[in-house]
């Protein structure tokens, strides 16, 4: 049965442990795994190392997409550390692309259109052989509205908050649980509500809360939905 590759889309909220969850299902299946988030993370790095951000008002978007020229964005596997890392014009930025300061300014450039569009051209030319799993706020409503697979991935906020907290005390850096909650808070607003490509469940996405699973559960959990999709797949064929 079902040995055709499909292309997984995870949306949700912020830090609700869709990369661990996306990494553990690629694993399972032998499929890339794509964080789309690190994407917008990396330009919003760019735009900081740019000095766009000193006066801490917000840039304007036309000098974030003049910025965009100058952005080259690729990802290589690293086999020592059996991951793929993001090159931030040729430097590799996996770990500064998680500090709070890109997490207070993430939101901001990723509501630029420009930005957007240039992220989910890169994005389309990733998953066009299938076998993804991808990460994201719009994977399953816009970048790939035909994924064979929507999971909208949700967890209360002080169960997010919390696990973030965590993840970033265990790397050594620095953090505070409010900050990082109010943080949590402010991204999910400003992505739901923004005009391009929302946060939003696509209708043909299956929600899983997970607040109370363990990642164990949430792999019987989609190894079971997996099997119905396959199947479904299979008969159509
Ligand atoms: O911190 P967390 O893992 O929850 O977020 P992320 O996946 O690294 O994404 C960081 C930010 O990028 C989000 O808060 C969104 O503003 C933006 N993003 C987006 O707009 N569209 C995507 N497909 C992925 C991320």
Redesign the pocket.
């Known amino acids: 049965m079902g040995q055709q590759k499909i292309i997984i889309a995870l ?6 442990g ?2 661990t969850y996306a990494k553990l299902i690629a694993a399972e299946l032998g499929y890339a795994y794509i ?7 990396a330009v ?1 790095l760019a735009a900081m190392d740019a000095g766009l951000f000193d006066d801490n008002a917000a840039p304007p978007p036309e000098k974030i997409e003049a910025l965009l020229d100058h952005v080259e964005l690729k990802l290589k596997h690293n086999p020592a550390k059996r991951r793929t890392e993001l090159f931030l014009n040729d430097r590799m930025v996996e770990d500064l ?2 500090s709070m300061e890109v ?1 207070a300014h ?6 630029i259109s420009a930005v ?1 569009r240039k ?2 051209e890169y ?1 389309r030319m990733l998953g066009a052989e299938k076998g993804v799993v ?6 399953g409503t ?2 790939f509205p035909d994924a064979e697979l929507k999971i909208f991935l949700t967890a209360s906020l002080e169960v ?1 908050a919390g696990r ?1 907290y965590r993840e970033l005390i265990e790397k050594g850096m620095a953090a505070e649980f409010a900050d990082v909650q109010s943080n ?1 808070e402010k ?2 607003h ?2 739901s509500n ?1 005009d391009d ?1 929302p ?1 939003k469940q696509a209708d043909d996405a299956i929600l899983l809360d997970n607040s109370e699973m363990t990642l164990e559960q949430q792999m019987i959990w989609f190894n079971n939905l997996y099997r119905q999709v396959i199947t479904a797949a299979d008969d159509k064929d």
């Open positions: 949306d949700g909220h912020s830090s609700c869709k990369s964080d789309s988030g690190a994407m917008y993370r919003t692309i998680r997490s993430v939101s901001y450039i990723a509501a957007r992220m989910v994005q991808m990460d994201g706020r719009d994977i816009v970048v997010r973030r949590l991204r999910d400003i992505d923004r490509s946060l």
